[in-house]
């Protein structure tokens, strides 16, 4: 696995000095270092690309920002705020919380335009690089014209109309106008188009860039957004017939040998394997992983890894069974999860690492959109239950659901004010490195009762510091099923999601039953964690009806203006040469 070093725009200058001819040493030069002098070479050119690459993971979780990290999953259709002033935090409350002067909105905002902005430099600057190889100059403009594309089309998705800014920009302004959502998605098209041109096919590019068929996948989609489905569908099949891609059907990579298993007896299945460590990239023989952000796997350095393990499951270690103490006397605290002193915890590489229980799944998530034989919603994929390992007990290495020792919470509880709500529920595995840690976070205390090694409990156990996927194939047919479903033709659009869906070991879909809906179930089944859902549901028009449908607390104030985001205050008020109105509702 390659470690992308995240490089600024402008990097350092090295003097050399000469100790041994003090007049040169001491001899003043005048050094000019700016875009003019900074982007001549092919490498450095690829710095500037590296800080947007930078840019991209920062929004898809990488920025040891809290909010920016879940504004993109808090208060949809798939999960609630559990920690934060709950039940009343954040997302759970949109009115209070999704406004101008929230700076969580100004944060991805910026992230953005910086995208943007270096996109511009690099191709304002490439035409005149001398000492760059035409085919290197292709390449390199290929790139920038995706990644401007990406910002600007999340911009578009999620704040409707923005100013287009094509150029570089080489003095402040504060006149900028806000061009029209059809505008800016005719605009991404028009970059995406040629970038396609120009990128290499997946089975030559670098594990980590952008290249051909994610061009074409983006495409697709922004088709969609301009009605023209046809078109989209063209684009899709681009990808979907690309001779170097095709859904992962059997098992295979680092944990396919793995015999560790989940209580109804799964030791992992292909959907399992495709989120275990150095699994991830076309390199290592994963043939559906279009765009695959990369991070380095050695966590010593807490800043290269993504919280969502912090984030995404319960906080497991406050949970209290009906207990028996050795002795055979009931036990009036009976922690389930204590390592191997009754005062310490210790993470368990079974079940998470170390998390917090900051944002829990809607019961429509875990409880209705996973048919019984579907391996995404069960098995090593999703635990459902957990052995108790506390060594106090009688009953360490029961299985604590099945075993009748732990009730978890109905859909009635949900609205309750009960702490149990983030204790526990059904654990996530897509987003750790289930028995994939460093040997120098094991404890030496052993292993647990599933022959599991305990973990230290460091800001280390709880990073997922493996490779994270942008776009992979399965959502390239889904939008090819989402095309064929606006041009009509639902035996076409069945088709797509049964691709998926017959991978997954699910039932087939008839195409009576596929709507827009039904495919943004099938996203949230085979994409929880990966695509970006707030956008998704922004681009559709339907983040406040899928909330307000599938989310009990988001429902309470949700409203249907909160399909766009709010302009931040700080963004209208710099503009001050031009008036910006916020978008309806703010």
């Known amino acids: 696995m390659k470690i992308i070093k995240y490089l600024l725009i402008l990097p350092t200058l090295l003097l050399t000095m000469l100790a041994c001819?003090?007049?040169?040493?001491?001899?003043?030069?005048?050094?000019?270092?700016?875009?003019?002098?900074?982007?001549?070479t092919k490498e450095q050119f690829q710095q500037s690309l590296n800080?947007?690459?930078?840019?991209?993971?920062?929004?898809?979780?990488?920025?040891?920002?809290?909010?920016?990290?879940?504004?993109?999953?808090?208060?949809?259709?798939?999960?609630?705020?559990?920690?934060?002033?709950?039940?009343?935090?954040?997302?759970?409350?949109?009115?209070?919380?999704?406004?101008?002067?929230?700076?969580?909105?100004?944060?991805i905002w910026e992230a953005l335009f910086q995208i943007i902005g270096n996109a511009n430099l690099i191709l304002n600057r490439l035409p005149n690089a001398a000492e760059v190889a035409d085919t290197d100059k292709d390449v390199i403009r290929g790139e920038a014209l995706l990644l401007r594309a990406y910002a600007y089309r999340i911009l578009a998705h999620c704040w409707g109309d923005v100013p287009i800014v094509k150029d570089e920009i080489s003095t402040p302004r504060r006149d900028f106008v806000r061009d029209s959502r059809k505008t800016v998605y005719e605009f991404v098209r028009d970059d995406l188009k040629e970038a396609a041109t120009l990128l290499p096919d997946i089975e030559t590019a670098r594990d980590g860039q952008a290249n051909a068929q994610v061009a074409q996948h983006l495409l697709a989609e922004i088709y969609i957004c301009l009605g023209e489905y046809q078109q989209a569908v063209d684009e899709a099949s681009k990808v979907i017939n690309h001779q170097g891609l095709s859904l992962m059907t059997e098992r295979f990579g680092t944990a396919k040998d793995n015999t560790i298993a989940s209580v109804d007896g799964s030791t992992g299945d292909v959907y399992w394997d495709l989120f275990r460590l150095n699994n991830q990239n076309y390199s290592d023989g994963n043939r559906e992983g279009l765009w695959v952000l990369q991070y380095s796997n050695v966590s010593s350095d807490p800043g290269n890894g993504l919280k969502t393990t912090l984030r995404a499951n319960a906080l497991l270690e406050n949970i209290t069974i009906n207990g028996h103490n050795m002795d055979g006397s009931e036990a009036t605290d009976a922690k389930a999860f204590y390592g191997t002193s009754s005062t310490s915890y210790n993470a368990n590489e079974f079940r998470g690492g170390r998390?917090?229980?900051?944002?829990?799944?809607?019961?429509?998530?875990?409880?209705?959109?996973?048919?019984?034989?579907?391996?995404?919603?069960?098995?090593?994929?999703?635990?459902?239950?957990?052995?108790?390992?506390?060594?106090?007990?009688?009953?360490?290495?029961?299985?604590?659901?099945?075993?009748?020792?732990?009730?978890?919470?109905?859909?009635?509880?949900?609205?309750?004010?009960?702490?149990?709500?983030?204790?526990?529920?059904?654990?996530?595995?897509?987003?750790?490195?289930?028995?994939?840690?460093?040997?120098?976070?094991?404890?030496?205390?052993?292993?647990?009762?599933?022959?599991?090694?305990?973990?230290?409990?460091?800001?280390?156990?709880?990073r997922m510091n493996k490779d994270d996927y942008a776009i992979r194939l399965p959502e390239t047919y889904l939008l090819r099923a989402e095309a064929y479903l606006n041009l009509n033709q639902k035996d076409k659009?069945?088709?797509?999601?049964?691709?998926?869906?017959?991978?997954?070991?699910?039932?087939?879909?008839?195409?009576?039953?596929?709507?827009?809906?039904?495919?943004?179930?099938?996203?949230?089944r085979e994409l929880y964690y990966e695509e970006l859902r707030t956008v998704t549901l922004c681009r559709l028009g339907k983040l406040y009806d899928r909330a307000k449908a599938y989310n009990i607390y988001t429902a309470r104030t949700i409203e249907e203006y909160h399909n766009l985001w709010p302009i931040p205050y700080t963004v209208i008020e710099r503009n001050s040469e031009v008036k910006w109105n916020n978008n309806p509702g703010y």
């Not at 007049?23 to 003019?36: G, N, R, V």
Request: charged share 25%; hydrophobic share 35%; with cysteine.
């Open 355 to 462: 998390s917090n229980g900051q944002a829990r799944p809607t019961h429509h998530f875990l409880e209705e959109i996973f048919d019984d034989t579907d391996i995404r919603g069960k098995g090593l994929n999703i635990l459902r239950d957990l052995r108790v390992e506390n060594p106090n007990l009688q009953e360490k290495g029961q299985w604590m659901i099945q075993s009748g020792l732990y009730t978890p919470t109905t859909k009635e509880e949900l609205t309750t004010e009960n702490n149990a709500l983030r204790w526990y529920y059904p654990v996530i595995t897509k987003v750790y490195r289930m028995f994939q840690y460093e040997e120098t976070l094991y404890s030496p205390e052993g292993t647990d009762v599933y022959g599991s090694h305990i973990l230290l409990r460091t800001d280390q156990s709880w």
């Open 51 to 107: 800080y947007c690459y930078n840019r991209v993971r920062y929004l898809h979780g990488a920025s040891d920002n809290a909010d920016v990290e879940q504004v993109f999953f808090l208060g949809t259709d798939f999960q609630f705020e559990i920690a934060n002033n709950w039940p009343n935090g954040k997302w759970n409350d949109y009115k209070s919380f999704v406004v101008p002067t929230n700076g969580c909105y100004n944060t």
């Open 21 to 40: 001819n003090e007049s040169a040493f001491l001899e003043e030069k005048s050094y000019i270092y700016d875009a003019e002098t900074s982007l001549l």
């Open 493 to 524: 659009a069945a088709t797509d999601i049964n691709a998926v869906r017959i991978r997954a070991k699910a039932t087939p879909v008839e195409a009576s039953m596929v709507d827009i809906d039904y495919i943004l179930d099938e996203r949230l």
